[in-house]
């Protein structure tokens, strides 16, 4: 059965994009396409056809007038709501009118081009954090059926609820907001709120929280906080309170942008007013052109996005690529991240006399037969021998399941089964996971003990993590704390964070960074999506992470793979240090350059010898970009 909720959009619930949006998009990356199209077909004409200059020029000219337009139109728009991007508009903008100036059609049309994908990769970053927001909201946005005065049930959408009422929520249900029990038994998922594989069974005065599903039973709730007020509304809160902040990296690069774009307007005037040279102050413009330093970030950037979509890494935003570089520690959720997240059985125990076989195929053939997701968890072991023929079957909630095979008795739960089954059973074992009894007529087979298993690359993968400097490693589960010490203990970390809701997730990661760490985070459901936004890097299992966190993190591990971790951080290193490599290139470049339009070294053609070399600057920085193409780690 599934959960009840609104299948329509949500009232207020837009797309991720305009009209005007998606509109004002593709006619971007239709204009880029042509401009590109025009370059390689001018750049063709020169090569194959040199007597033809003026034709190529003329191509050059329309690719530089295509996306002139767009161009212009941003940085004039930058001028009224100043940002970084913004100001990255005004530089190119500048450089394209210098080139225009002096006749570079080429960088003219280079320029824009280069840092419209830039701008692509920036906006597609942006939805992923809107998605996380609204993913999230649409769990808040379902359907409830409340009571009436007279019992009667009214059903009505969930943000109309109040805190008092009472609703009724059946098997399969989304709870619509945080509650007491006030009557019934169930089984409810909480692994959207604290990735919990195991269902917590709940009663009269028990707490359940909006978001989580009702499996198994009939509940009565009473209301205690809805909205906003409620877990997975606090969730959605800090989620779009974290998309205001601006990184203090952000702002310092704003305010000296902005600072060097003043400084090359004042000293091309000067230029001009000193030695009243039309053809030196132009030289000196086209040379304060930052090209190589424009392009230094973006054409790094989107190598290593294609290294890692290579390796089965999902680079979301190209900042992070770098920031990556710079993380000290890690912090491992635990359910699904470096355990499978899917309870299997670990060992079986059968009584004195009973073969190990008859206690597993007595446990698989009722743990199939059984709609409880513990139970479940036993079905493949039927895989091992032959299905028995069951009758009569009777599933207890909360406690186990009974059925008939031949003419015996067959039973699997807790030891209170056994109890009412007036069967005698032995000592239970001491086990941080569900454990579960099995009965043949008046006899007890023994015991199996089920848990959520270590991913098989998961110790070499955290040993890796430590090779790499990242020796402060910490696991932070809304599991128990047994499950979770145990799952610690086998990969040698040491500290541990347990039964944690997603806001104490997000402190711990706070306080990580006020003690002064760089927290790389893992984690795979929305009780992790806080998490990923706190740290320094936020990083989500791919093939089985929700929406909500895939939509949270920064990178995304498509394969599943936790040695795929290492890889991140070396290639974001790679990236680093070939950025500053090529900063460096650019600002030297830049400096001797304008140093020699100022001296009048480059000759009465100046500004054209100036924008050769800025082409020339452009050209070095993206060719030491591409070098990162050749980066390979292959997983044995």
Excluded at 187 to 200: F, H, K, Q, R
Excluded at 216 to 239: F, K, S, W, Y
Excluded at 457 to 479: H, S
Aim: charge should be neutral; include cysteine.
């Amino acid at each position: 059965m599934t959960a009840l909720s609104d299948e329509s959009n949500p009232a207020g619930e837009s797309a991720l994009l305009s009209g005007s949006e998606q509109l004002s998009l593709a006619t971007r990356l239709t204009v880029s396409l042509i401009a590109g199209g025009c370059l390689l077909v001018s750049g063709a004409i020169q090569l194959l056809q040199p007597a033809q200059h003026d034709v190529a020029e003329l191509v050059a000219g329309v690719a530089a007038l295509l996306v002139a337009v767009p161009a212009l139109r941003a940085a004039w728009h930058s001028l009224r709501q100043p940002d970084l991007h913004g100001i990255m508009d005004q530089l190119i903008a500048l450089a394209l009118l210098a080139a225009w100036a002096s006749g570079s059609l080429v960088t003219a049309a280079l320029l824009p081009l280069v840092m419209t994908v830039g701008h692509i990769l920036e906006e597609r970053s942006l939805l992923g954090s809107q998605e996380a927001i609204r993913a999230l909201s649409r769990l808040t946005q379902s359907k409830a059926r409340r009571l009436l005065a007279n019992r009667e049930v009214e059903e009505v959408s969930a943000q109309t609820l109040r805190v008092g009422d009472l609703i009724e929520v059946r098997a399969g249900d989304l709870i619509p907001a945080d509650g007491i029990v006030e009557s019934g038994l169930s089984s409810v998922d909480i692994a959207s709120i604290n990735g919990e594989t195991v269902p917590v069974e709940v009663q009269p005065g028990s707490d359940v929280l909006n978001g989580t599903i009702n499996l198994d039973g009939h509940l009565t709730i009473r209301i205690t906080r809805v909205g906003e007020q409620t877990t997975l509304g606090r969730v959605v809160a800090l989620l779009r309170e974290a998309e205001k902040a601006k990184p203090p990296i952000t702002r310092l690069l704003e305010r000296y942008a902005n600072r060097y774009l003043i400084l090359v307007l004042l000293l091309a005037a000067g230029t001009w007013f000193v030695s009243g040279n039309t053809t030196v102050m132009l030289a000196v413009l086209v040379a304060s052109c930052p090209a190589a330093l424009v392009l230094a970030v973006p054409a790094t950037s989107i190598a290593g996005i294609s290294v890692a979509s290579r390796h089965g890494i999902l680079v979301k935003g190209a900042a992070f690529l770098e920031s990556l570089a710079t993380v000290d520690s890690v912090a491992l959720d635990k359910t699904g991240t470096v355990t499978i997240g899917q309870l299997r059985l670990v060992e079986a125990r059968p009584e004195p006399g009973v073969a190990v076989d008859e206690l597993v195929e007595v446990a698989g053939n009722l743990g199939a037969a059984s709609s409880h997701p513990v139970s479940r968890a036993l079905a493949p072991l039927i895989k091992n021998g032959q299905p028995l023929a069951l009758e009569d079957i009777q599933e207890t909630r909360g406690l186990g399941v009974v059925a008939r095979n031949a003419q015996d008795t067959v039973a699997l739960g807790r030891p209170a089964l056994f109890e009412q089954l007036g069967i005698a059973i032995s000592q239970p074992p001491t086990h941080d996971g569900p454990i579960a009894g099995v009965a043949r007529g008046r006899r007890f087979l023994g015991w199996v003990l089920l848990a959520d298993e270590l991913r098989p690359e998961a110790r070499e993968a955290v040993a890796d993590l430590a090779r790499l400097g990242l020796r402060r490693q910490i696991l932070i589960t809304g599991d128990r704390s047994a499950a979770a010490h145990r799952v610690a203990e086998l990969l040698n970390v040491r500290d541990v964070y347990a039964e944690l809701l997603p806001e104490q997730k997000m402190q711990i990661i706070l306080d990580e960074v006020a003690s002064g760490h760089r927290p790389l985070v893992v984690g795979d459901g929305i009780n992790d999506a806080l998490a990923l936004k706190a740290g320094a890097v936020g990083i989500a299992m791919g093939g089985q992470g929700t929406d909500v966190a895939l939509a949270s993190a920064d990178l995304v591990l498509m394969t599943n793979d936790l040695r795929r971790l290492g890889t991140c951080i070396r290639l974001s290193r790679r990236c680093r240090r070939t950025i500053y490599a090529n900063v460096a290139i650019g600002l030297i470049w830049t400096i001797a350059v304008i140093a020699s339009a100022l001296k009048g070294w480059l000759g009465a053609n100046g500004a054209l010898l100036a924008a050769v070399l800025v082409n020339l600057s452009s050209i070095i920085v993206m060719f030491n970009a591409g070098r990162l193409l050749k980066f390979q780690e292959p997983l044995t």
